[in-house]
């Protein structure tokens, strides 16, 4: 029962939250009654903060093995280009059959172990030893799942993956150095027939 419940049912008013947080973090700002925005910025800057936290935490977990700031974000980069190991090749026909897979044809398997190798060659330009290299590829991979985690945590609670997308693409990096304090409320007056009391929301 904690909080403010904006005179509203429960559906209805998470349904209301829901869709005024989406709107502030699309266009940045949102009027709305005073009360109702009090809801919504402890919600952004709770979502915010968690995304900031998801990040953070990923990043530390792959500067831990890979402390040049510059190699980790190549690294990760490669990482997010595809699902690779150094000492990965490809299959045979006959070991695909035993997976259950389609055959590969000679141009399909040509394609694929050119990409393979020069994802290899990109890891290994990065960082020259091949165990080194292969255990910063994991760690990226593992940075990669904690920042997913925040990703579907922050998705349970705004309606369209586009916003969380932007949160981690936009905001991340523009809050990332503030301890709080993401959105501001200015007050803009009544409003004419029930003089209800209108502010401005947007983030800072």
Same mark, same amino acid.
């Given at each position: 029962m904690a909080g403010n419940r904006i005179n509203m049912p429960e559906?209805?008013?998470?349904?209301?939250v829901r869709?005024?947080?989406?709107?502030?973090?699309?266009?940045?700002?949102?009027?709305?009654?005073?009360?109702?925005a009090h809801v919504a910025?402890?919600?952004?800057?709770? !979502?915010i903060a968690l995304a900031i936290r998801g990040h953070k935490?990923?990043?530390?977990?792959?500067?831990a093995v890979v402390p040049d700031h510059?190699?980790?974000?190549?690294?990760? +980069?490669l990482a997010r280009r595809g699902r690779f190991s150094l000492d990965e090749t490809i299959p045979s026909n006959e070991d695909r059959a035993n997976l259950g897979k389609y055959p590969l044809s000679p141009e399909a398997r040509k394609r694929k172990e050119d990409r393979l190798? +020069?994802?290899?060659?990109?890891?290994?330009?990065?960082?020259?030893?091949?165990?080194?290299?292969?255990?910063?590829?994991?760690?990226?991979?593992?940075?990669?799942?904690?920042?997913?985690h925040a990703r579907r945590t922050i998705l349970k609670r !705004? $309606?369209?993956?586009?916003?969380?997308?932007?949160?981690?693409?936009?905001?991340? $990096?523009?809050?990332s150095g503030r301890n709080g304090g993401y959105?501001?409320?200015?007050? !803009?007056?009544?409003?004419?027939?029930?003089?209800?009391h209108i502010v401005r929301l947007d983030l800072v």
């Open positions: 559906p209805r008013r998470r349904a209301a869709s005024m947080v989406d709107g502030l973090f699309i266009w940045e700002h949102i009027n709305t009654t005073d009360a109702r910025q402890s919600e952004a800057e709770r !979502l935490r990923a990043w530390d977990h792959l500067t510059e190699a980790a974000e190549r690294v990760l +980069a190798a +020069a994802l290899k060659k990109e890891m290994l330009a990065i960082i020259k030893n091949q165990d080194d290299a292969q255990k910063a590829l994991t760690a990226a991979r593992e940075a990669m799942a904690i920042e997913l !705004l $309606p369209r993956e586009t916003t969380v997308k932007k949160i981690f693409e936009q905001f991340v $990096p523009r809050f959105t501001r409320i200015t007050k !803009l007056g009544a409003r004419r027939g029930d003089g209800a």
